[in-house]
């Protein structure tokens, strides 16, 4: 049974090109979230949609993210332009709505910006 | 006052200690509570839930204490494999899990 799917797991770019991270959620998980986690700040939300709608983006940091799920299988985030201090370790989870607290999460996306 | 805050360690105890981690949070509100693993280079698994009445799997107890607001872990006989950081979770509401920075347990042979 596939887990939470991230891609790619690493990712190195130059300051000011655009970045997308992808993630494909558990078959049948109705809530997707996007964490970023840092060591300064740990695990912080940036997102998260249920049933492929955006429900609260207030955890995105600035215009130059942002993040889509156009079917219940797939979603991106996006980050343009990337800054060094984007640099962290991306994280997607999924779960069932009515059980949100079991949160599936896939193994991280470690961005580096240079 | 943060919305969660832990002590981030790293607690370095031997094989077969007892080690107790605590987790503050301010939402008064909060009605669960969990407790989140988090080896290193790796993603969050669920570890266990946190009830009112406490709860207990194996060698880990998990407790509330809703008066002074923090809930706690407790590891008996440590084994080597507990190595990793411990993160303590409070719902925001339905849907948000609010996450601390974790607290890095390391236990030495």
């Known amino acids: 049974d596939a887990g939470v799917i991230q891609s790619p797991r690493h990712e190195v770019t130059e300051m000011g090109q655009e970045v997308t991270l992808r993630c494909k959620p558990i078959?049948?998980?109705?809530?997707l979230f996007w964490y970023r986690q840092t060591m300064m700040r740990g695990l912080e939300l940036l997102i998260y949609?249920?049933?492929?709608?955006?429900?609260?983006d207030s955890g995105m940091p600035e215009d130059r993210f942002s993040a889509k799920m156009p079917n219940a299988s797939f979603s991106t985030l996006k980050i343009q332009p990337s800054e060094p201090r984007d640099s962290a370790v991306y994280f997607c989870?999924?779960?069932?709505?009515?059980?949100?607290?079991?949160?599936?999460f896939g193994s991280g996306t470690q961005l580096s910006v240079l | 006052r943060k919305e969660v805050e832990q002590d981030p360690g790293p607690f370095n105890v031997p094989e077969g200690a007892t080690v107790a981690f605590n987790c503050t949070y301010s939402?008064?509100?909060?009605?669960?509570f969990f407790w989140y693993r988090q080896d290193c280079r790796k993603e969050p698994k669920l570890l266990m839930s946190?009830?009112?009445s406490g709860n207990e799997d194996g060698r880990f107890t998990a407790q509330l204490n809703r008066a002074s607001q923090y809930i706690s872990l407790l590891i008996r006989d440590s084994k080597l494999s507990d190595s990793a950081t411990y993160l303590c979770?409070?719902?925001?509401?339905?849907?948000?899990?609010?996450f601390g920075t974790g607290t890095r347990l390391q236990v030495f042979p």
């Open positions: 949609f249920n049933n492929n709608v955006p429900i609260d």
């Open positions: 979770v409070v719902p925001e509401n339905t849907d948000k899990l609010i």
């Open positions: 946190v009830y009112s």
């Open positions: 078959s049948g998980h109705n809530s």
């Open positions: 939402n008064s509100a909060s009605q669960s």
């Open positions: 989870a999924s779960s069932l709505r009515q059980d949100n607290e079991k949160l599936f």
